[in-house]
């Protein structure tokens, strides 16, 4: 699994841009909030697709 890494960081980037439209274009948030979501989904998003496709015996 970890050969899909890049296509899984990719849906992480894309689904914080989302977030990020969601709240400068299309106002469901106030500004700091939306920031604070966007780099939440990010890195919340990173870490897991790190620690799902990371070899079994990887220590």
Do not use: E
């Amino acid at each position: 699994m970890r050969h899909k890494r890049n296509a899984w960081m990719g849906v992480v980037g894309g689904l914080g841009v989302v977030v990020a439209l969601a709240g400068f274009v299309g106002g469901w948030m106030t500004p700091r909030d939306t920031i604070v979501v966007t780099f939440a989904v990010w890195i919340l998003g990173a870490t897991l697709v790190r620690v799902f496709t990371d070899p079994p015996g990887k220590s």
